[in-house]
């Protein structure tokens, strides 16, 4: 299923694009300074589980469309946020 900021670019397209057209004057330079600072970031993956929950929160979540297990997560990541900051 493709995300809806997914485009198919056709060879043809990949070909026009002009990669020295792009202007990065504006853009500093990755120096050893730069690099020095550098932090290594790991995303926070996701983790498949089985969960039960009542029907009408599930219908809930669904009735907002597409994307209801992220927005289930959304509150569920909020939650345990709160309760760290409250410790």
């Known amino acids: 299923m493709k995300k809806r900021y997914e485009t198919e670019l056709s060879p043809t397209d990949l070909a026009e694009l002009d990669d020295d057209a792009i202007d ?14 550098a932090v290594l970031v790991e995303p926070d993956l996701t983790q498949p589980v089985t969960l039960r929950v009542k029907k009408s929160v599930l219908e809930a979540f669904k009735a907002e469309g597409k994307g209801y297990q992220t927005r289930m997560n959304a509150v569920l990541e909020s939650y345990a946020r709160a309760l760290k900051s409250s410790r």
């Open 24 to 37: 990065t004057s504006d853009v500093p330079e990755l120096d050893d300074a730069f690099w020095e600072k």
